[in-house]
Nanobody, 126 residues
Framework: QVQLVESGGGLVQAGGSLRLSCAIS????????KGWFRQAPGKEREFVAA????????TYANSVKGRFAVSGDNAKNTVYLQMNSLKPEDTAIYYC???????????????????WGQGTQVTVSS
């Protein structure tokens, strides 16, 4: 019954910024670790960023480290992905996901996440 609803995708020029939002309902927000994944046409889904259930721990793919930031807001039951210095290779459908609190706080593996959003398109032009 846990549902995730995304917003914030769109078209942006290289070097620009976007912030994706993922509202979570049907469960207690602080009980779940959250992750962001993306998938470009013809390519496999890849990990982007994750945050622990408490918000104390975050991790990032090397390709986005220093440019993207994941955060959570307990009051709004929402997880965010702030994307700065966007590159054309960031173009993809972005998905948020959630799972019950993990032993090591976060996971980069998509099969550890049973709950998923519908995806939102991010397109970065050159």
């Amino acid at each position: 019954q846990v549902q995730l609803v995304e917003s914030g995708g769109g078209l942006v020029q290289a070097g620009g910024s976007l912030r994706l939002s993922c509202a979570i309902s049907g469960g207690t927000f602080s009980d779940y670790a959250k992750g962001w994944f993306r998938q470009a046409p013809g390519k496999e889904r890849e990990f982007v960023a994750a945050i622990s259930s408490s918000g104390a721990t975050t991790t990032y793919a090397n390709s986005v480290k220093g440019r993207f930031a994941v955060s959570g807001d307990n009051a709004k039951n929402t997880v965010y992905l702030q994307m700065n210095s966007l590159k054309p290779e960031d173009t993809a459908i972005y998905y948020c996901a959630a799972t019950h609190s993990l032993p090591y706080g976060v996971s980069v593996l998509y099969d550890r996440y049973p709950y998923w959003g519908q995806g939102t398109q991010v397109t970065v032009s050159s």
